[in-house]
């Protein structure tokens, strides 16, 4: 597991900001990049002298924005009738986009701004978005105010883990202390995503007849 970590943080080293920008696309289209695999390693990384923290959280919120806005162009061009057929081929089935349309018809723009924060609609949001052909400007101000806060938040995680455990990298054993003594934070953000991924659910359930 060490030897896990110390290579995928070797990766996002190599690949600096430009490797968090095109990971953060990534994960801001339909290809499943979670982003808590890449800030808080990143920002650990920063934390420790080989990145700058701002640059990690810009450089994060330019890949959302740029992953977001490649979806939302391609989806006002293709139109919903094509991404129902084929989304299924990139992991795009037809009750993800569903609940994305229910949530975009409920919220609007407010709505682009809050699927930031949530699982899974996240990186889901622009597709609707594209298809009502929502002004690009007001959606690209909600995607990139609501990545910028995302992406902070992960990114104080890296900083915390590495005020924790500044060795966590270099001494196998830092891991398994580090797992031991923060089990309560680690199980904590866990709970947090499991309550936002329930509060998507609920928030994008079809209306009852």
Same mark, same amino acid.
């Given at each position: 597991?060490?030897?896990?970590?110390?290579?995928?943080?070797?990766?996002?080293?190599?690949?600096?900001?430009?490797? @968090?920008?095109?990971?953060?696309?990534?994960?801001?289209?339909?290809?499943?990049?979670?982003?808590?695999?890449?800030?808080?390693?990143?920002?650990?990384?920063?934390?420790?002298?080989?990145? +700058?923290?701002?640059?990690?959280?810009?450089?994060?919120?330019?890949?959302?924005?740029?992953?977001?806005?490649?979806?939302?162009?391609?989806?006002?061009?293709?139109?919903?009738?094509?991404?129902?057929?084929?989304?299924?081929?990139?992991?795009?089935?037809?009750?993800?986009?569903?609940?994305?349309?229910?949530?975009?018809?409920?919220?609007?723009?407010?709505?682009?701004?809050?699927?930031?924060?949530?699982?899974? @609609?996240?990186?889901?949001?622009?597709?609707?978005?594209?298809?009502?052909?929502?002004?690009?400007?007001?959606?690209?101000?909600?995607?990139?105010?609501?990545?910028?806060?995302?992406?902070?938040?992960?990114?104080?995680?890296?900083?915390?883990?590495?005020?924790?455990?500044?060795?966590?990298?270099? +001494?196998?054993?830092?891991?398994?202390?580090?797992?031991?003594?923060?089990?309560?934070?680690?199980?904590?953000?866990?709970?947090?995503?499991?309550?936002?991924?329930?509060?998507?659910?609920?928030?994008?359930?079809?209306?009852?007849?």
């Amino acid at each position: 597991m060490h030897h896990l970590l110390e290579t995928w943080m070797g990766w996002v080293l190599t690949g600096g900001y430009l490797g @968090i920008v095109l990971l953060m696309a990534m994960e801001s289209s339909i290809f499943p990049v979670p982003s808590e695999i890449v800030i808080p390693p990143a920002a650990f990384l920063a934390a420790r002298g080989d990145l +700058n923290i701002a640059g990690v959280i810009a450089a994060g919120t330019v890949g959302s924005w740029l992953g977001s806005a490649i979806s939302y162009w391609v989806a006002l061009a293709v139109g919903r009738p094509l991404i129902a057929r084929y989304g299924r081929y990139f992991f795009l089935s037809e009750e993800k986009v569903a609940r994305a349309e229910i949530w975009l018809r409920r919220y609007e723009a407010g709505g682009i701004f809050f699927a930031r924060l949530l699982p899974v @609609i996240r990186h889901l949001i622009s597709i609707p978005a594209g298809i009502v052909r929502m002004p690009f400007g007001i959606f690209s101000l909600m995607t990139t105010v609501g990545a910028a806060i995302w992406c902070s938040v992960l990114a104080w995680l890296g900083v915390r883990a590495y005020r924790a455990q500044p060795d966590l990298l270099s +001494n196998p054993e830092a891991l398994e202390h580090f797992i031991k003594h923060q089990s309560l934070g680690i199980v904590a953000c866990v709970a947090v995503l499991a309550v936002l991924y329930f509060v998507m659910l609920r928030l994008t359930a079809k209306p009852q007849a």
